[in-house]
């Protein structure tokens, strides 16, 4: 089945400064590539996703990119505030199956 | 639409006892999923339906496990006998078949404490 690894896992940054955070996937078939925002408590949320036909997708202060070759994709926050600081989690979906990154814990300091 | 709806939304137990966790899903979503979340191992998938059917149970943890799908609005969870290592957040997420349309709704989450 799909394998997805991501880091870092925790990731510490200043208020306006940028983030990244990647994840490698092992199954070449997989098509879809969903970014989930979960705050303390609180459910995942999808914040952006991209599909294996695009290289690249923007968002207001996040975008995603996909590099099927190398089978790895990075997520990007520009100018982080304090409201971004969440545990992030990458997914890769083949069809049904869907399956998560291990999580990054972002912190952004005020 | 309300959403997905889990209950309930919190339990406290006795190692040993039988728990049941559900799970309503979006209406019109043929695809339903459970998940595990631990903060040792993240988020596990635990298993997934389409149209009310098993595809997928490679990752539910024992025979102590089982979920049910018996009609298109309505999923369980069971574990019989519960242990305290069963202690974790359960999520269950809905969507719409196939590998194009991808997003999962989840529930609020079962918060699940085995004493």
């Known amino acids: 089945g799909e394998n997805v690894e991501q880091h870092p896992s925790t990731l510490s940054v200043q208020e306006g400064d940028s983030a990244v955070i990647k994840c490698t996937y092992s199954?070449?078939?997989?098509?879809?590539f969903p970014w989930y925002k979960q705050e303390l408590g609180k459910r995942p949320q999808l914040i952006i996703d991209?599909?294996?036909?695009?290289g690249e997708k923007k968002d207001q202060r996040i975008a995603v990119t996909l590099n099927k070759t190398a089978k790895h994709f990075s997520l990007h926050i520009t100018e982080t505030q304090p409201e971004d600081s969440a545990v992030y989690f990458c997914?890769?979906?083949?069809?049904?199956?869907?399956?998560f990154g291990a999580g990054t814990r972002l912190t952004v300091k005020p | 639409d309300a959403g997905v709806i889990q209950s309930p939304r919190h339990e406290v137990t006795e190692m040993g006892q039988e728990v049941t966790l559900r799970c309503k899903p979006i209406?019109?979503?043929?695809?339903l999923f459970w998940y595990r979340q631990t903060m040792m191992r993240g988020l596990e998938l635990l298993i997934y339906?389409?149209?009310?059917?098993?595809?997928?149970d490679s990752g539910m943890p024992e025979d102590r496990f089982s979920a049910k799908m018996p009609n298109a609005s309505f999923s369980t969870l069971k574990i019989q006998p519960s242990e305290p290592r069963d202690s974790a957040v359960y999520f269950c997420?809905?969507?719409?078949?196939?590998?194009?349309?991808?997003?999962?709704?989840f529930g609020e989450g079962s918060r699940l404490t085995v004493l």
């Open positions: 209406s019109g979503h043929n695809s």
């Open positions: 997420a809905s969507s719409r078949q196939g590998g194009n349309t991808g997003e999962l709704f």
């Open positions: 199954d070449s078939a997989s098509n879809y």
């Open positions: 339906f389409n149209n009310n059917v098993p595809i997928d």
């Open positions: 997914a890769a979906r083949n069809n049904n199956d869907m399956r």
């Open positions: 991209i599909r294996s036909n695009v």
